[in-house]
């Protein structure tokens, strides 16, 4: 049991530190190239918009190929996050009701 809230608690962390590191690089490539999708992503990388942005492969719709390369990673990520914190709450919520000794 702890083994698999550990594993969940750490596909999350992967998530984070892959994500904060490609939201730069992708606010970048806005900026430069796209500055109308810009505010799209909104101001900072753990803004609930630029987060949405990422879990709904927002950027597919964009014929830029470095923008697609450099956001699938970041879409990854996020849903890495979504998944392991998820994952990680309800093995916590079962261990806290005493389903899951």
């Known amino acids: 049991m702890l083994f698999l809230l550990l594993l969940a608690l750490g596909f999350a962390i992967f998530g984070l530190t892959a994500y904060v590191m490609s939201w730069p690089l992708v606010a970048t490539q806005l900026r430069d190239r796209h500055p109308q ?9 753990l803004s609930p918009r630029a987060f ?14 470095n923008l697609r390369f450099l956001a699938f990673p970041g879409s990854i990520a996020a849903w890495a996050i979504a998944v392991g914190s998820a994952c990680a709450a309800v093995l916590l919520i079962l261990r806290m009701t005493g389903v899951l000794v």
Do not use: K, Y
């Open 52 to 65: 949405g942005w990422f879990l709904r492969f927002a950027w597919r719709t964009s014929a830029d190929q």
């Open 37 to 45: 999708d810009r505010p799209l992503m909104g101001a900072t990388p």
